[in-house]
């Protein structure tokens, strides 16, 4: 009895959490998203290459699915906190993008104009906003598990009340 009590108390912790982080969350404003290709679907992986001094390795266990998605955010729009559940490339192509990061307490923005690319490590919170006036439209390549959800939505950090969450929530 003891722990079927124990079990039912974990499984209202867990919902309370659930729906605690749910209200928490930042969603975006002002994006649209488009699928460039079908998303493709890997076997494990594992390649090193090195040529001179640069070198690269990549390895995955289990089946993986690639997404290649064109995102447009109107001037002023924003991406909201979130992160992703494997590596992200970010390709800009027209306008200029401004990413902070969860985990920078100076709330620092990275400013990337047409022609850069930024790359998003597995599982940090971020926001991505275009604080322009004309159209950010920038491709995104997600390698994730197979059948894994590409985004997750995250509580807003707290680090950047006076820039990126301020204007967000304005809006």
């Known amino acids: 009895m003891k722990k079927l009590i124990g079990g039912a108390a974990f499984l209202a912790g867990l919902a309370v959490l659930v729906i605690v982080a749910t209200a928490l969350a930042t969603p975006g404003s002002g994006a649209t998203f488009t699928a460039l290709a079908p998303v493709a679907q890997f076997g494990e992986i594992n390649s090193k290459a090195k040529i001179g001094g640069w070198e690269s390795e990549i390895v995955t266990k289990g089946a993986s699915d690639l997404h290649v998605t064109q995102i447009a955010l109107t001037p002023g729009g924003h991406g909201g906190w979130h992160s992703h559940p494997g590596p992200t490339f970010v390709l800009v192509k027209s306008g200029t993008a401004t990413f902070y990061e969860g985990n920078d307490a100076s709330c620092t923005p990275r400013v990337l104009p047409a022609g850069s690319g ?14 322009g006036t004309e159209a950010l439209v920038f491709v995104v390549v997600h390698l994730i598990p197979a059948g894994a959800t590409r985004r997750t939505d ?18």
């Not at 930024?118 to 604080?131: K, L, P, Q, S, Y």
């Not at 995250?154 to 809006?171: F, I, K, L």
Request: aromatic residues 4%.
């Open 118 to 131: 930024h790359f998003e490590r597995t599982g940090d919170a971020h926001i991505v906003r275009n604080e």
């Open 154 to 171: 995250e509580p807003d950090p707290g680090n950047c009340a006076s820039r990126a969450v301020g204007r967000a929530r304005s809006r």
